[in-house]
């Protein structure tokens, strides 16, 4: 999820030398489609483009990098995606991450980041998919009284970004928790 932003596009590039055929849901609020276009180039791979919950098509089958615009609040359309494809692992991505905007739309963080997260996770435990990377933040250890920051450090935030952050991993840790199954690393 995420995938066309900054940080996973390069994870596409590299997930796609390891070999792996990726299905990248983004909505693109913070990203742009050039981004997945030149992780194809760099990749030497096609992209093939679904929007919504439209069907892969056969000429489509055996791309390797795969994109469908939307959104993960939306858990028709994930359940469309996890129907669609076989779904090992799910790197999470998909996120607000404005400090300062998050101070003055602190309900739209919290939608998009943790009610957003939620209905992902609802949907990979659906599909029997437990085994997930989140990218949360540095953010979720506040202001730090030293650097570098490790992480042992205590968790605490000073803005909705980080707080939607660490509410995320505190839900990773809590599924972890109740089901063995769950195979969950927290960037």
Known sequence: ????????SH???????AGYDL??????CNS???????VAAIA??????LVGDTRVKPEDEGSRLIFVEGDIRDQDLLRSIFEQF???AVIHFAGLKAVGESVEKPLMYYDNNVAGSVALFEVMAEFGCKLLVFSSSATVYGDPATVPITE???LSTTNPYGASKLMVEDICRDLAKSDSD???ALL
């Open 44 to 49: 030497g791979v096609g992209l093939s483009m």
């Open 152 to 154: 042992d450090f205590s």
């Open 182 to 184: 769950w195979s969950i």
């Open 32 to 38: 742009s489609l050039v981004s997945l276009e030149r």
């Open 11 to 17: 994870t596409c590039v590299e997930l796609l030398a």
């Open 1 to 8: 999820t995420g995938g066309a932003g900054y940080i996973g």
């Open 23 to 28: 299905v990248v849901v983004d909505n693109l």
């Open 86 to 88: 076989e779904i090992e």
